[in-house]
């Protein structure tokens, strides 16, 4: 049996021995996730004059790509900092974006008033997707029933397929991605799986799930290629190449924008704020905070004594909690006994559910030639 690891906190971030096991250090102290921010950063990340010309030859080539479209790009707005910022940008720039709202039925108040006034203040044309409720529900119930640690990967999932298949039917060929280097490169393994592996969601509907899936928008890896490789979507993370501080760009979009912040990453979802703030904490012992901050640390914006005190807040306000807790159970049509034996069932891997055997187990002489086309056709 393997010694537990003594606790240790990197001497840089707040990152630790509590939110990954598998976290290793050098002789300073310093963790791999600092190591990891640092590449990172070397390699995807343009700052000043670099940046500005980079987003500048990047604007150009959408504008060209689009010249005879409506739209000449796409994105999600979900009303977070990272998608209201991507909007100003892009009109910043003089884009054309469509923007793309994923209803997934769990939109706060607060998310719907700042996802009107960015399209309002910016001018655009906004499409939403309502995802059919029933369905997700299912989908969400049967996932917290599996106990796997990553819920949000249906959603994810979801958006993603979304808007490759809006891009490609509009014969748009850029998707302005909010994914970036300076916030959100920080994340254990061990609190995610990946996001486009919808055999994984179908082998967990399965296993629990009781709605059929008619309408879920799944996309796989063939499909991914096909508006790649076909139709030539492509997807670009703009804040990479932008001047992207948290705080001063929170301020910004306040000012511009009428945005009011939600007080968590992603708390513009109701789900997410009782996921990341209750369910995560509570079951897996996960508090994404520490992750999140020290993404901050890396990049200059706030100090190691700055992030523990705010670690030193509670995850969730008392009476938000509460009032999100009887809201979820209401909304999935749980007593509170069933959802605390779900919260007390132990988490489960993701590679414990195997939809159907995969092609490589199926038809072991098919993995050469799969090998070959990943090569040639890499999923990216």
């Given at each position: 049996?393997s010694?537990?690891?003594?606790?240790q906190?990197?001497?840089?971030?707040?990152m630790?021995?509590?939110?990954?096991?598998?976290?290793v250090f050098?002789?300073?102290?310093?963790?791999?996730?600092?190591?990891?921010?640092?590449?990172?950063?070397?390699?995807?990340?343009?700052?000043?004059?670099?940046?500005k010309?980079?987003?500048?030859?990047?604007?150009?080539?959408?504008?060209?790509?689009?010249?005879?479209?409506?739209?000449?790009?796409?994105?999600?707005?979900?009303?977070?900092?990272?998608?209201?910022?991507?909007?100003?940008?892009?009109?910043?720039l003089?884009?054309?974006?469509?923007?793309?709202?994923?209803?997934?039925?769990?939109?706060?108040?607060?998310?719907?008033?700042?996802?009107?006034?960015?399209?309002?203040k910016?001018?655009?044309?906004?499409?939403?997707?309502?995802?059919?409720?029933e369905?997700?529900?299912?989908?969400?119930?049967?996932?917290?029933?599996?106990?796997?640690?990553?819920?949000?990967?249906?959603?994810?999932?979801?958006?993603?397929?979304?808007?490759?298949?809006?891009?490609?039917?509009?014969?748009?060929?850029?998707?302005?991605?909010?994914t970036?280097?300076?916030?959100?490169?920080?994340?254990?393994?061990?609190?995610i799986?990946?996001?486009?592996?919808?055999?994984?969601i179908?082998?967990?509907?399965?296993?629990y799930?009781?709605?059929?899936?008619k309408?879920?928008?799944?996309m796989?890896?063939?499909?991914?290629?096909?508006?790649?490789?076909?139709?030539?979507?492509?997807?670009?993370?703009?804040?990479?190449?932008?001047?992207?501080?948290?705080?001063?760009?929170?301020?910004?979009?306040?000012?511009?924008?009428?945005?009011?912040?939600?007080?968590?990453?992603?708390y513009?979802?109701i789900w997410?704020?009782f996921?990341?703030?209750?369910?995560?904490?509570?079951?897996?012992?996960?508090?994404?905070?520490k992750?999140?901050?020290?993404?901050l640390?890396f990049?200059?914006?706030?100090?190691?004594?700055?992030?523990?005190a705010?670690?030193?807040?509670?995850?969730?306000?008392?009476?938000?909690q509460?009032m999100?807790?009887?809201?979820?159970?209401?909304?999935?049509?749980?007593?509170?006994?069933?959802?605390?034996?779900?919260?007390?069932?132990?988490?489960?891997?993701h590679?414990?559910?195997?939809?159907?055997?995969?092609?490589?187990?199926r038809?072991?002489?098919?993995?050469?030639?799969?090998?070959?086309?990943?090569?040639?056709?890499?999923?990216?």
């Amino acid at each position: 049996m393997s010694q537990e690891k003594k606790y240790q906190q990197c001497s840089i971030s707040v990152m630790d021995t509590i939110a990954d096991s598998d976290i290793v250090f050098d002789e300073k102290g310093i963790s791999n996730y600092y190591y990891e921010y640092k590449k990172a950063e070397a390699e995807k990340v343009f700052k000043g004059e670099a940046g500005k010309e980079k987003l500048e030859a990047l604007a150009a080539e959408i504008k060209e790509a689009g010249k005879n479209q409506p739209y000449d790009c796409i994105m999600g707005l979900s009303g977070g900092v990272d998608s209201t910022y991507v909007a100003y940008l892009a009109k910043q720039l003089g884009l054309r974006p469509l923007a793309v709202h994923f209803d997934n039925g769990w939109n706060s108040e607060l998310s719907v008033m700042n996802i009107e006034n960015i399209v309002s203040k910016l001018g655009l044309d906004l499409f939403t997707y309502v995802i059919n409720w029933e369905e997700f529900r299912d989908l969400q119930l049967s996932y917290l029933k599996a106990s796997v640690v990553d819920i949000e990967a249906i959603t994810d999932h979801a958006i993603f397929a979304t808007l490759y298949r809006l891009a490609g039917e509009k014969n748009i060929k850029y998707i302005l991605s909010g994914t970036n280097v300076q916030t959100e490169n920080t994340l254990p393994k061990s609190w995610i799986f990946p996001k486009t592996d919808h055999i994984n969601i179908q082998s967990i509907h399965k296993a629990y799930g009781t709605v059929p899936l008619k309408t879920f928008p799944f996309m796989n890896a063939k499909v991914k290629r096909y508006y790649q490789k076909i139709k030539g979507v492509r997807s670009v993370s703009v804040l990479d190449y932008a001047e992207y501080n948290k705080q001063a760009v929170k301020d910004l979009i306040q000012k511009e924008l009428g945005w009011r912040d939600y007080g968590g990453k992603h708390y513009e979802s109701i789900w997410t704020r009782f996921y990341q703030g209750y369910i995560l904490p509570t079951k897996f012992k996960i508090d994404k905070r520490k992750a999140h901050l020290s993404d901050l640390i890396f990049g200059g914006q706030i100090t190691k004594e700055e992030a523990l005190a705010e670690l030193q807040k509670p995850v969730y306000d008392a009476v938000q909690q509460k009032m999100d807790y009887d809201f979820v159970l209401k909304k999935f049509d749980l007593t509170e006994e069933k959802f605390e034996a779900i919260m007390q069932t132990a988490p489960r891997s993701h590679y414990d559910f195997d939809y159907e055997k995969p092609i490589d187990l199926r038809y072991p002489i098919l993995k050469p030639v799969k090998y070959i086309y990943r090569k040639l056709f890499p999923v990216k």
